[in-house]
C-alpha cells in the first residue's frame, strides 16, 4: 500500500478516537486494506485511483462523527456492486452487521430516478427509506452523493443531469427531512451547479461583487452583538455566514423578485450553553434593533418535522441593512447540522410509523428524553412504511402499493383493463406467479391476453381495494350477462319443447310475479338456477306440464343421454354458470346431461357419472346439454397409472404425454414394492385426445395399465 495511504488510514482512526470510545481499530484496518486490494485496479473518470472515493465517503461520515461499523461499511459499500466481492463474503470477513449495511446500501445503488414530478420523487424518497432496515444505509448513501457530486464534472452530459435530478428531487429533500442541513445544502448547490449552470454562475458572480463589504458588515455586527450578550452574562458564540446559492435561487423564484431585492443574504448565528438563555439573548437582540415581527419564527416551542429547533429573527442593522439571526443552543446547532446523524450517540431504540413527519417528530421526543450520552445507538433500527412497498413499471414510473402485493395488484393499479387481461407477469426480467408478492425496487412489467380474463382465485390474494373492487365488478357484470344468456337459452329450448309462444306482456307479468322489473331480470335469475324455468312453464301453460308428468324420470332421462333432445351449448371452462363436474370431468365426445344448481347456473356431468343416480330424483333440477366446443378449449382430466420401477420412468412417462401436445397440470407419484402408482391431470381438447393420450402412454415400457378416474379417485 501507498504511504499516502497508510497515513491517511491513521488520520481515519485518530478522527474516529477524537469523538468514540469504543473503536474497533482492527476491523477498520482490515476493511481499510481489504477495500484497497479490491479497488487497486480500477480508476475513477477523473484519472484517479478508485479507492479514493470509498476513502472520502469514510472521512464524510467521521464529520458526522458516525460510529466505526458504519465507517467499516463506509470504506467497503461498493465493493460487492464493482467488484468481485460478494456479500457473503464481507460477512464472512466483517460479519453480518457490517455486511448488512454494504447490502442495503449495493441496493439503493441499483435505483435510478427518472421522473421530475413532485409526487414521483416524494414516493422515490419513501421508498429508499423502506428498503432499509438500518437507517445508517441512508447516511452511507448520503455520503456517497456528496462526494460523487463533488466529482460530477467527469461523467458525461446526459448522466450529469440525470444525477443532479435525482440529487435535487430525492437525496437533497431526503437529507432535509432528516435534519441534516450540511448535506442537504451542498447537496442542492452542487445539482443547482449542473442543471441551472447560467443561473448558478451569474448568482454567484452578483454576489462575489460586493462580498468583502457584506462579510466586514456581518463581522461587525457579530462582534457588537457577542459583546452585548457577554456584559449581560450570556456565554455565546456569535458568527455570521452566507445564505447558500440555491436557497438564495429559490427565495427569488418563490418571491418572484430579481436579485438585488433580496437583503438577508448572510445570516448571523447566536450559539449559547441552554435554553433559557435563547429567548433572553432574543430579548437583547430586539432590544439592540428594530425586529420586523412578521418575520420572527420560534421554532424552539414548535420544532420542524426534522427536529430542527432555534430561534429566527430578521432585525435592521446600521444603514438600514436587513439581517436574518438564529439563536441557538449547541445541541440545536448539531442538530441542525447533522439532524438524526447527531443522534446516533445517544439513544437505541426502534421506531415504527408509516409517516415520515410523525415519525421524526416522535423520534425527536425519544431522543430528547436520553439521559445517558454514552449509550451508544449500535442499531439504529427503522420500520417505516413497512406497510408499503414501491414497485416500478417498466418506464419508470413509480407506484406504490401496501404490503404483500402481487402483479394483479399493480396491473389494476395502472389500469383497470391491464387488471381485466392479465395473463402473466415478469419482476425484474424473470415471469413469476400472479400470487407473488413484490418487494421494494421490483420492475413489474405486466404480460396480457384478448382473451383473458379474470379468476375468482385472485380475490384470495389481491391486496389492494381497488384490484379486488374491479374483480368483484367484473364477476358481478360478467355473471348477469352470462346468467341473462343462459336463461334465454333455457327458456327457449323449453318453449320450443311444449310448443309455447307467449306474448311479451305475459312474460313482464310473470316476471313482476316474481319480484323482477323486468324479463331480462327473469331469465338472468332462471341462468343463475334461483328460480326453476318449470314454474315458468306452468303459470304460462299448466296443461302440457300435466300431460307430461305420465312420462317417467328414467325414460326422460335416457332420451337426455342419447342425445335425442338438442340442449345447452357448453362451450369451455371460461363460462361462469356452466360448470364440470370434478366427480366425473367430461370432456367433449363424452355424453353428458346437465343439472341447473341455485346460484351455480348448470353443472355438467357425464351421462355415466355415478353420482346421477342421486341427481335425477329432482327431476327439476335436470337440463338437456350438448357440445359446441371451440378447437382451442382445454379439459382438465385425472388419469391412474400404474407402472414397473425404473430409472428414467417418469421422465419417459412426461415425454409420451408431451407428444401429445398435452400439457401436464400436476403429477402425483409414489413407489411400493418396485411398483408405481402415480395420479396425472392433464389438459385434453376432447375424447379423442384424451384416448390418443392413453394409448401413447401405454406405449411405454413398465406401463402396466392407465385409466381415467373420476373426482373421488375412482376408475371409469
Known amino acids: 500500500m501507498h504511504e499516502k495511504y497508510v497515513k491517511a488510514l491513521a488520520r481515519l482512526i485518530r478522527k474516529l478516537e477524537s469523538y468514540s470510545q469504543q473503536v474497533d481499530e482492527d476491523l477498520v484496518r482490515r476493511a481499510f486494506s481489504f477495500s484497497y486490494d479490491a479497488h487497486k485496479e480500477q480508476l475513477r473518470k477523473s484519472g484517479e485511483l478508485y479507492f479514493e472515493h470509498p476513502l472520502k465517503v469514510a472521512k464524510i461520515l467521521t464529520e458526522l462523527k458516525m460510529d466505526y461499523v458504519t465507517i467499516v461499511a463506509a470504506l467497503l459499500h461498493d465493493v460487492a456492486e464493482d467488484t468481485g466481492v460478494t456479500i457473503q463474503e464481507v460477512e464472512e470477513t466483517f460479519g453480518k452487521e457490517v455486511a448488512s449495511l454494504v447490502d442495503g446500501v449495493t441496493k439503493i445503488s441499483g435505483l435510478k ?64 427531512r432528516l435534519g441534516i442541513g450540511k448535506i442537504k445544502w451542498e447537496l442542492e448547490d452542487l445539482a443547482f451547479k449542473v442543471l441551472e449552470p447560467d443561473e448558478y454562475n451569474a448568482l454567484k458572480q452578483k454576489i ?10 456581518v463581522n461587525k455586527l457579530t462582534k457588537f452583538i457577542e459583546k452585548e450578550l457577554n456584559k449581560a452574562g450570556i456565554e455565546a458564540e456569535v458568527t455570521g455566514r452566507p445564505k447558500h446559492l440555491y436557497s438564495i435561487y429559490q ?37 439592540l434593533f428594530l425586529p420586523i415581527h412578521e418575520r420572527f419564527k420560534d421554532y424552539i416551542a414548535t420544532p420542524k418535522s426534522n427536529m ?20 441557538r443552543t449547541e445541541e440545536m446547532h448539531r442538530t441542525a447540522e447533522e439532524g438524526i446523524a447527531a443522534h446516533f450517540r445517544y439513544k437505541e431504540g426502534k421506531f415504527v410509523d408509516d409517516d415520515l413527519d410523525r415519525y421524526l417528530v416522535s423520534l425527536r421526543q425519544i431522543l430528547d428524553e436520553a439521559k445517558d450520552p454514552t449509550e451508544f445507538m449500535e442499531n439504529l433500527k427503522i ?21 404483500g402485493a402481487t402483479p394483479v395488484d399493480f396491473a389494476f393499479a395502472v389500469h383497470t383493463d391491464i387488471g381485466v387481461h392479465c395473463i402473466g407477469a415478469k419482476v425484474n426480467g424473470k415471469i413469476v406467479p400472479l400470487n407473488h408478492q413484490l418487494n421494494s425496487g421490483d420492475t413489474i412489467e405486466i404480460i396480457t391476453s384478448a382473451n383473458q380474463r379474470p379468476n375468482q382465485d385472485w380475490i384470495k390474494f389481491v391486496k389492494t381495494a381497488k384490484a379486488r373492487s374491479r374483480i368483484k365488478r367484473w364477476f358481478k357484470n360478467s355473471l348477469f350477462e352470462q346468467s341473462l344468456k343462459l336463461g334465454e337459452e333455457i327458456i327457449t329450448k323449453q318453449f320450443k319443447r311444449y310448443n309455447i309462444k307467449p306474448e311479451e306482456n305475459v312474460l313482464e307479468d310473470i316476471a313482476q310475479s316474481y319480484g323482477f322489473s323486468n324479463t331480462e331480470h327473469l ?95 329432482d327431476p327439476d333440477k335436470k337440463i338437456d346439454v350438448e357440445w359446441d366446443v371451440a378447437r382451442d378449449k382445454q379439459f382438465l382430466v385425472q388419469l391412474k397409472l400404474l407402472g414397473e420401477d425404473r430409472k428414467h420412468f417418469l421422465k419417459d412417462i412426461t415425454e409420451s404425454i408431451s407428444s401429445t401436445d398435452t400439457n401436464i397440470v400436476s403429477v402425483v407419484m409414489n413407489v411400493k414394492d418396485a411398483i408405481v402408482q402415480s395420479n396425472f391431470i392433464v389438459e385434453v381438447k376432447n375424447l379423442n385426445h384424451l384416448i390418443r393420450v392413453i394409448n401413447k402412454i401405454r406405449q411405454v415400457q413398465g406401463v402396466i395399465s392407465v385409466e381415467r378416474i373420476n373426482g373421488t379417485g375412482q376408475s371409469t
Not at 208 to 217: G, L
Open 113 to 176: 430516478f427518472e421522473s421530475t414530478e413532485e409526487r414521483q420523487a416524494h414516493n422515490f424518497r419513501k421508498m429508499l427509506i423502506s428498503m432499509v432496515n438500518d437507517m445508517r444505509v441512508i447516511l452511507i448513501k448520503f455520503a456517497d452523493r456528496l462526494h460523487n457530486m463533488r466529482t460530477i464534472e467527469f461523467l458525461p452530459e446526459k448522466k450529469r443531469v440525470r444525477i443532479a435530478l435525482e440529487t435535487r428531487d430525492v437525496y437533497a429533500p431526503l437529507a432535509h
Open 208 to 217: 462575489s461583487v460586493r462580498r468583502e463589504e457584506r462579510e466586514r458588515d
Open 251 to 287: 427565495k427569488m423564484q418563490r418571491r418572484g423578485v430579481a436579485f438585488d431585492e433580496i437583503y438577508d443574504l448572510l445570516a448571523i448565528r447566536v450559539i449559547v450553553k441552554k435554553v433559557e438563555d435563547c429567548y433572553f439573548a432574543l430579548g437583547i437582540v430586539h432590544n
Open 308 to 327: 430542527y429547533q432555534s430561534l429566527h429573527t430578521t432585525i435592521f442593522g446600521s444603514e438600514g441593512k436587513m439581517y436574518e439571526i438564529q439563536i
Open 383 to 403: 420500520d417505516l412504511f413497512h406497510e408499503e412497498v414501491f414497485v416500478f413499471t417498466p418506464k419508470g414510473d413509480l407506484l406504490k402499493l401496501p404490503l
Open 523 to 617: 331469465f338472468a335469475s332462471i341462468g343463475r338456477g334461483d328460480t326453476p324455468f318449470q314454474g315458468v312453464i306452468k303459470k304460462i301453460a299448466p296443461e302440457k306440464m300435466e300431460s307430461l308428468k305420465e312420462e317417467s324420470i328414467f325414460k326422460k332421462f335416457i332420451q337426455r343421454a342419447r342425445g335425442e333432445s338438442k340442449g345447452v351449448r357448453v362451450q369451455g371452462i371460461e363460462n361462469l354458470l356452466i360448470n364440470f363436474a370434478k366427480c366425473c370431468q367430461p370432456v367433449p365426445g363424452d355424453r353428458i346431461i346437465g343439472f341447473i344448481t341455485r346460484g351455480r347456473g348448470v353443472v355438467v356431468h357425464r351421462c355415466d357419472c355415478k353420482n346421477i343416480v342421486q341427481l335425477i330424483e
